[in-house]
């Protein structure tokens, strides 16, 4: 269960994040969405340490991550940000192995390759595993990352974007792939997701932010109603019927 | 540097791309020999007849002996201060000497012989030491605060930090009257190498260790603070002990040796480019070819004008400089 209790983050006497409170019952993916400067990214990189609070208490599966130390941190919970930029020439499996870093601290066991091997067949790189991340397409790189933060095998995984730059065909195949991971291996996802109907179709919750607060909690049907988005993104938003469940119509 | 570039794929992992565990291989013992060989070519290179002369073993002793042991130690130290320094960054242009690190330790040098110019060489190598390490954190503060993405500014930025405290050392070697020191420090040297005086560098050994040590910990700090704090690493304090190695091996080659430019910058690059990133089993190259690198052009800058000398930094800056610019090149094209 993640639990944020009270979070504040202040930019400047204007700008700042919460207070929110937020409970994250385990199992599934859980959809931050909202419209941009919500702070949907930056709670999500506050529970995943990489940002300090101002106020306020976040907990993960009953660590408090201001104090757990961070390689204890790393076996429970991972987290992705979008934009990684890293001058080392890798190649896919050796990036996916530093997923195993916070059980291995770098020496790899045969059983810590099983787990590499299954986390990079898990997104279809298996192809792919001998190549350096530079020689491959926007999209090959994202589905490396996400294999790395899988192999680290921690139960709550929170993921920053992960649809950036992809284009249609390998957002869908990343959602699945994502949905698989919550559904077969029984990780708890928090995304960050920028596309509603995305997020109403492969979410089981949703969880909508609005001014740096958490104005919306529930399951797609609950969250996906023309009051309720209308409200959140302050654009007029029309959810129809489509042929697989509600879409959003906003332009 | 991530974009794709179809065009780049000239390079394949062997196999299936499972990181090279073995650190020993064929190849690795190949290039031990060569760097022996040269290693040897430098033990009898130079003007004094050590076959003939009645003193000619103890001269080798005293001059040729330490002499190669210093390049042994010196290019090693240098190549892999570069190397850690380009993770801590992740910047593949930086290294000690365009990031202003040498010219700090040559401020503190300085410092300490104006102010006790009887200071013994420990005394002297402290204040680099000190300095390279204020330098070297200076220089990384700077970097955190403002994010500079290019990758070509960190360096520009950092040659600009060095050329300031290079001035303000000239400018206290001038009222202090001791230009000479700067001189002896820009002109790195192992002409004045000799027993009794260079045993010091063989802190930089244990400098090499440390790196060999952590070498895990650095690569994972080469991938960046978000990636390394989410798998557990203390970011922070591997910034702080890279930053402490890279001072101490700068801060001691350049009280011995003086300043050996660009050999941190090519050294790593060149590895990287053949090779891949895995550090570990990197690292034994990086220092073979450091060493290899700086004892070529040490034995070329002892032949050139014999039986004079050629300051190895000079052979090793024009050196540099070319393969800098065919790096800069040669990473623009890939994208």
Redesign the interface.
């Known amino acids: 269960m993640i639990r944020v209790t009270d979070v504040i983050k202040r930019y400047s006497s204007e700008v700042a994040i919460g207070p929110v409170d937020l409970t994250i019952e385990p199992g599934g993916i859980i959809a931050l969405v909202g419209p941009n400067g919500a702070g949907k990214s930056t709670l999500l990189t506050m529970m ?3 940002l300090g609070m101002d106020g306020g208490s976040i907990s993960i599966a009953g660590h408090d991550v201001a104090r757990t ?7 429970i919970v ?4 979008q934009e ?11 990036l996916v ?3 195993r ?2 059980y291995s ?4 066991t045969p059983a810590d ?1 099983q787990i590499i091997d299954r986390a990079i067949s898990f997104l279809d790189l298996t192809g792919l ?10 999209g090959q ?1 994202q589905r490396a990352y996400v294999a790395m ?1 899988l192999a ?1 095998d921690t139960e709550y995984v929170l993921l920053d974007e992960p649809l950036n730059n992809l284009d249609m065909r390998h957002s869908v195949a990343m959602m699945r792939h994502l949905h698989d991971a919550a559904h077969t291996l029984g990780r708890t996802i928090v995304i960050v997701l920028h596309d509603i109907n995305f997020a109403c179709q492969y979410a089981d919750r949703l969880c909508a932010m609005k001014d740096g607060r958490v104005v919306a909690f529930g399951t797609p049907e609950e969250i996906m109603t023309s009051e309720v988005l209308t409200d959140v993104f302050e654009t007029t938003v029309e959810v129809i019927d489509g042929p697989r469940g509600r879409l959003a119509v906003y332009y | 540097m991530t974009v794709p570039s179809p065009a780049a794929g000239a390079v394949r992992a062997p196999g299936r791309g499972r990181a090279p565990g073995r650190l020993v291989d064929p190849k690795l013992l190949l290039g031990i020999l060569v760097v022996g060989a040269l290693l040897v070519a430098s033990l009898f290179t130079g003007v004094y007849d050590i076959w003939g002369a009645d003193d000619g073993a103890a001269m080798f002793a005293i001059t040729r002996v330490p002499r190669t042991i210093a390049l042994v130690l010196a290019g090693a130290a240098m190549a892999m201060s570069g190397l850690v320094m380009q993770l801590l960054t992740q910047n593949r242009f930086v290294e000690p000497t365009t990031t202003g690190t040498t010219e700090w330790a040559g401020l503190g040098l300085l410092l300490v012989m104006v102010v006790a110019p009887e200071a013994s060489l420990t005394a002297r190598m402290i204040g680099a030491v000190v300095a390279s390490f204020v330098g070297t954190v200076i220089f990384f503060a700077f970097l955190r605060r403002v994010t500079l993405r290019s990758s070509l500014i960190v360096p520009i930025v950092g040659i600009m930090l060095g050329a300031v405290v290079g001035s303000i050392s000239t400018f206290i070697a001038l009222r202090t009257n001791s230009l000479q020191i700067i001189g002896v420090w820009f002109a790195g040297s192992f002409t004045d190498i000799i027993r009794g005086q260079y045993e010091v560098l063989w802190i930089t050994g244990l400098v090499g260790v440390a790196v060999f040590i952590a070498a895990d910990r650095f690569t994972v700090a080469g991938l960046g603070e978000e990636i390394a704090t989410n798998v557990g690493l203390n970011y922070p304090r591997m910034v702080l002990i890279g930053t402490g190695l890279i001072a101490v091996a700068t801060g001691v080659v350049t009280v011995v040796v003086g300043n050996l430019p660009f050999l941190g910058l090519i050294v790593p690059n060149i590895v990287s480019l053949i090779r891949g990133d895995d550090l570990r089993s990197n690292l034994p190259w990086v220092c073979l070819l450091g060493i290899g690198i700086v004892t070529v052009c040490d034995l070329v800058g002892r032949t050139l004008i014999m039986p004079f000398e050629v300051p190895v930094s000079l052979i090793l800056g024009i050196l540099g400089a070319v393969v800098f610019i065919a790096l800069l090149l040669h990473r623009r094209r890939r994208g």
């Open positions: 995943g340490r990489l130390p961070s390689r204890e941190l790393a076996t991972s987290i992705l940000r990684n930029h890293f001058i080392t020439r890798l190649t896919v499996r050796q192995g530093f997923g870093f916070p601290q770098g020496r790899l390759e595993e001998g190549r350096y991340l530079d020689e491959l397409s926007g790189r933060v680290q």
